[in-house]
């Protein structure tokens, strides 16, 4: 530590006083006037607590541990923070940052319950750092759980839909949490205890058998809440209609504790060669390629439903879980240069996503809507928002030279160079429809025809449009110079056990095609200095016109029409998959939805049924199959 | 030094020889309808005239950026693509960075026409964005398959190893079917017949250019030279060996946008999806075949 702490506190202490005390003071006093400010003093302290963690974690600390101690069943739980956990503190920590800068100003005034708001996002960060800190699988399962109560406590806010959605979280969090709890007991049945340590000496005495049960409830109760398909239907509206500044947390970091845990399990304990080793018979399919293909299906359905999205918010949610995919395949390719794409995409994301929603809710701030049929025209009035908007999309749509070209650049990269075609050609499809996307979310509300009733709208405060500028800004600068959040990336990925990638400040130096962003961005920013040159130099002065000042098709066009182009923006693309949509993804939710409804009716059947026999002819079934499974069938 | 060189010279000849391929093109399509054609010089004298025009009518600072995006995007695309004799950047930035740098000037002009809040232009983006999604499926396949089996997406390289052993070597040669369907997908991109969806000059008023007058228009030419450019040198580039010197390397380029040009006059114009339907079964069809060659090898 760079600073002295009283009481032998170490800084993750610290960071978890921090947090407690965030959590209880705003619950308190977050309607107050200065509670928005405070709130961002409180995130600001967080972050850099944080920031003070990671330059000793860079020193060579190691891990920093917590003096909190908890003894449960004999067993003594410890919580220790690394590299990997502190990468997603770091996210964490400064998405509330923002979050709470955002909410300080105008936007917090005028909410209703604003003390929920700051003490709902308070306790997020606390049961966030529980869970990156957690020291064994009793602390993770913790963790794990007050994440979950955590996310669906600021879901439920707005009510509405959001809370409907999160309602379905929470039975797919529930799903996800037992089997969590059923991994645990496997492993506590063959290591004796919960320790990381114990479960990794106890790996290579494990049946296949048994491994794959454990590959499967881990990747089923994590993924989750990375929504991977086909968990993927509650994020998107819980997501979408929570307010605001949580709205944009929640998409920043929220479902990346999915991965964080699926990392966590699968790479850092299971390890990838172990996860190599564990085929399907006869066929050669491993079992990490089973992940990489349900991440890639990720990626691209969702990126496609988000197409036809005509609320803005839902168009941001759902590509967010097709970016998630991204990540999860980028880290599966389980090379140095995969797996630092994936986890650089986590930080990138954060960043551009974050801009965009809050972009997206200081249009509502403003306008009062968020239908993409009944905007337009609004970067007259809100310039600000829309640049932050502009760089945004850039970044999500993986386009120099912005930031989130970088981390897809490595994943692309990272397919090719295994020679995995079909996933590389995945990733890239899924691109070509995030930028169709984004032109759509820009275009219907920020070009073509303002309306009348928004002729005398104000850009948003600064309060608001200065977190998701500064956002961008971050976006643009680890664009330029990716070699900064690489950095930051090397911490997680020595902690997970894989090699580091060599890079320098503007990128990578492959033998198969570098990646120099310092020479991209910096040709890019003085070719178009040039075209500024040739446009401003050449040809005769431009004279602006008046938007209402246009025609077409020999008609003027006046304000009182209405001819914005906005409604059903692809209508050829939407008659070629439309059907596709309406068949495969609605039938999709559909089954899923009676899957749910079955399974629940029939364990209420079960458990109103007092037939004692029944009970223990399924834990007799259960046992035997247990035996038979750690006995080593199919070892 | 010759880095600058390079710098100032890649754009220069993109921009030259993107003139040359205009002219070409246009003259086929003249010889095709049994006309003369137009002069040599008529492309240089199209640009001086619409940048000396008189009324140069602006919607908004996105229209003037979206200009600057859009020269600004293909001039440092050519930076990154090398010629015989001309490397330029292509060491810092592979053929992934460039067909995204490639993405940069189109959507500058989506934008650029958003902002001038005409219908027709929006249209016209929709539509060009479609197609975009339309061709550049296949032309993934085509682009990751290649990328295989070269072992490397540095463009140099490419250009290297397809000239260790003469046309035998060309990645038209060790992978025709996928060739082929570069072909294809290449012919969408220029936005020919019968793809031609967002231009429709009696549909929707030739879409994007709608709003585009004067040096705006100017800028959209320019944007269609290099654009003719770009795209011939880049299949050239992948398939056809590059070039040793601009000797050889020149009549492939033309000879790719001939092709395309050639067989462009005879068609009408697809349906928007017609065009989706026909690129998602086709090329990217044939590609795949052309991949499961190039992985089985």
């Given at each position: 530590m760079p600073f002295a702490l009283p009481f032998d506190m170490t800084s993750l202490d610290l960071l978890m006083a921090i947090a407690a005390a965030a959590t209880v003071l705003l619950y308190l006093f977050?309607?107050?006037?200065l509670g928005g400010y405070l709130a961002t003093l409180l995130h600001g302290a967080a972050l850099a607590v944080t920031v003070a963690m990671g330059l000793d974690l860079a020193a060579g600390a190691g891990a920093i541990p917590s003096s909190l101690r908890l003894t449960v069943l004999g067993q003594q739980l410890a919580w220790t923070l690394d590299g990997l956990g502190w990468f997603f503190l770091l996210l964490t920590t400064g998405a509330a940052f923002f979050s709470s800068w955002y909410m300080a100003g105008e936007w917090g005034r005028v909410q209703q319950r604003a003390r929920i708001q700051h003490g709902t996002l308070a306790l997020n960060v606390l049961t966030m750092v529980l869970l990156l800190s957690a020291g064994d699988l009793l602390g993770l399962f913790i963790g794990w759980e007050f994440v979950s109560w955590a996310a669906f406590a600021m879901m439920i806010q707005a009510g509405g839909p959001a809370t409907q959605a999160a309602y379905r979280y929470m039975l797919y969090a529930l799903a996800g949490a037992m089997a969590l709890f059923a991994a645990i007991l496997v492993v506590h049945g063959a290591?004796?205890?919960?320790g990381f340590d114990q479960m990794r000496a106890a790996l290579p005495d494990m049946s296949t058998g048994m491994l794959w049960t454990l590959f499967a409830l881990f990747a089923g109760g994590f993924g989750v809440k990375m929504a991977l398909v086909p968990t993927h239907l509650w994020q998107a509206p819980a997501y979408s209609y929570t307010p605001g500044a949580s709205s944009a947390f929640l998409n920043a970091v929220s479902a990346r504790m999915g991965l964080f845990a699926l990392i966590l399990s699968l790479?850092?304990?299971?390890g990838f060669d172990t996860l190599a080793g564990l085929r399907i018979p006869m066929t050669g399919i491993e079992s990490t390629d089973i992940l990489a293909w349900v991440a890639a299906i990720t990626m691209v359905v969702p990126t496609y439903i988000a197409l036809m999205q005509t609320d803005a918010r839902m168009l941001l949610t759902w590509h967010g879980i097709g970016q998630g995919g991204y990540m999860l395949l980028g880290i599966l390719v389980a090379t140095p240069l995969g797996v630092a794409g994936g986890l650089l995409h986590v930080f990138n994301y954060a960043t551009y996503q974050m801009a965009l929603i809050l972009a997206v809710f200081a249009v509502i701030h403003r306008t009062?809507?968020?239908?993409l049929d009944e905007l337009g025209g609004l970067i007259t009035r809100m310039p600000l928002t829309y640049v932050a908007l502009l760089m945004g999309i850039i970044g999500l749509a993986g386009?120099?030279?912005?930031?989130g070209f970088v981390s897809k650049w490595m994943i692309y990269k990272a397919l090719i160079v295994t020679q995995q075609p079909l996933l590389s050609i995945a990733a890239f499809v899924g691109t070509l429809g995030t930028i169709l996307s984004v032109y759509k979310l820009i275009h219907n509300i920020f070009l073509g025809q303002l309306r009348v009733e928004h002729r005398e709208i104000r850009e948003a405060p600064w309060s608001m449009t200065l977190p998701m500028l500064v956002l961008a800004g971050i976006g643009f600068v680890t664009g330029f110079a990716p070699g900064l959040a690489l950095s930051i990336v090397d911490q997680a990925q020595a902690a997970m056990g894989v090699a580091l990638l060599p890079h320098h400040l503007g990128g990578v130096v492959l033998a198969t095609g570098s990646l120099n962003m310092l020479w991209v961005v910096g040709v890019l920013v003085g070719a178009i200095g040039v075209g500024a040159l040739i446009f401003y130099v050449l040809g005769n002065r431009r004279f602006e016109t008046h938007q209402y000042d246009n025609y077409a098709g020999g008609h003027f066009l006046s304000?009182?029409?209405?001819?914005?182009?906005?409604?059903?923006?692809?209508p050829g693309l939407a008659r070629v998959i439309g059907p596709w949509y309406r068949g495969w993804v609605v039938r999709m939710e559909h089954g899923l939805g009676v899957l749910a409804e079955v399974s629940g009716d029939l364990w209420h059947g079960v458990f109103r049924a007092a037939y004692t026999p029944l009970y223990v002819l399924i834990v007799a079934v259960l046992g035997l199959f247990w035996a038979g499974g750690a006995g080593g069938f199919g070892s | 030094m010759t880095l600058l060189a390079d710098l100032i010279l890649m754009p220069l000849v993109a921009f030259v020889v993107g003139l040359l391929l205009v002219l070409m093109a246009r003259r086929v399509r003249a010889k095709i309808e049994r006309r003369v054609g137009p002069p040599f010089l008529q492309p240089v004298y199209d640009i001086v005239k619409l940048y000396a025009k008189k009324t140069q009518v602006s919607h908004g600072v996105m229209h003037d950026l979206a200009i600057m995006m859009l020269l600004g995007g293909f001039i440092t695309a050519e930076i990154f693509l090398p010629v015989p004799g001309l490397d330029g950047l292509a060491e810092h930035g592979d053929l992934i960075t460039l067909v995204y740098i490639m993405m940069v000037p189109m959507l500058g002009l989506a934008l650029g026409v958003g902002s001038c809040a005409n219908p027709n232009g929006s249209i016209g983006i929709s539509r060009a964005l479609t197609a975009m999604l339309a061709y550049d499926v296949p032309y993934v396949v085509v682009i990751v398959g290649a990328c295989i089996s070269y072992g490397t997406t540095n463009l140099i390289d490419i250009v290297q190893i397809q000239q260790?052993?003469?046309?035998?070597?060309w990645g038209a040669a060790t992978m025709p079917i996928l060739a082929f369907a570069g072909l294809l997908a290449t012919h969408g991109m220029l936005g020919?017949?019968?793809?031609?969806i967002y231009i429709a000059p009696a549909e929707i008023a030739t879409g994007p250019m709608?709003?585009?007058?004067g040096k705006y228009m100017g800028a959209l030419f320019v944007m269609q030279c290099f654009q003719l450019y770009t795209v011939g040198v880049l299949y050239t580039t992948m398939?056809?060996?590059?070039?040793?010197?601009w000797l050889f390397f020149l009549p492939k380029v033309f000879a790719v946008i001939f092709i395309s040009v050639a067989v462009t006059n005879v068609y009408g114009r697809y349906k928007t999806d017609d065009v989706i339907r026909w690129m998602w079964k086709w090329p990217t069809g044939i590609a795949l075949v052309g991949l499961a060659l190039v992985m089985v090898r």
């Open positions: 977050g309607t107050a006037r290591a004796g205890g919960f790479v850092k304990l299971i009062g809507t968020a239908d386009l120099p030279p912005m930031n304000a009182d029409i209405r001819y914005h182009f906005s409604h059903e923006f692809y | 260790q052993g003469g046309p035998a070597t020919k017949e019968p793809f031609e709608t709003e585009m007058s398939f056809l060996g590059g070039g040793e010197n």
